[in-house]
């Protein structure tokens, strides 16, 4: 099970999602978003951590993508709404308020699968089988992951807002309980 820890705005929530056994980390660099740092920034909070570091972008051109992925030493982007950089690798992101053109997603490595809004979970059970690797974002916590892992049945999960005391701020017990949750749910 793919588990990323994403919003990461701090080396110490950074360290704390590693070692509690993400296996990614996200970086957000949409400007609309409280979460929003610049690729430098995004550098230094990963450097050295020994899991995937995928980058969060909303509208972006691949150009801009592919330099801030470079700048930023990221493994994967996470695309919303724009297309992917024709040589990297990437997740492909919808938020889901209805159906799910499966469609969509050909191309990405993955599809992440997202509620209507930022922190709101959506049915999971349309993310079953929706892909080959689905990753199922949007409300996740400790207290609801279990339940999206038996529905969905996703290749990973994702959660961000629940997982904070403030926008960028991550409540590391938080974070330890949705990794843990994740991992018990996923044997």
Known sequence: MMIKVCGITRREDALVAVEAGASAIGFVFYPGSPRCVTADRAAALG??????????????????IEAVMRAAHLDIAQIYGSAAPQHARSWKAFRIAGAFDRALGEGAEAVLLDGAQSGIPFDWKLARGA??????AGGLDATN???????AEPWGVDASSK???????????KVR???KAAREAAW
């Open 47 to 64: 450097e050295g951590l020994e899991v995937w570091k995928a980058g969060i972008f909303v509208d972006e051109s691949p150009a801009n």
């Open 177 to 179: 309980a949705f990794v």
């Open 145 to 151: 992951v279990a339940e999206a892992i038996r529905i």
């Open 131 to 136: 892909a080959a690797k689905v990753i199922v």
């Open 163 to 173: 997982l904070e005391t403030a926008p960028g701020i991550k409540d590391h017990n």
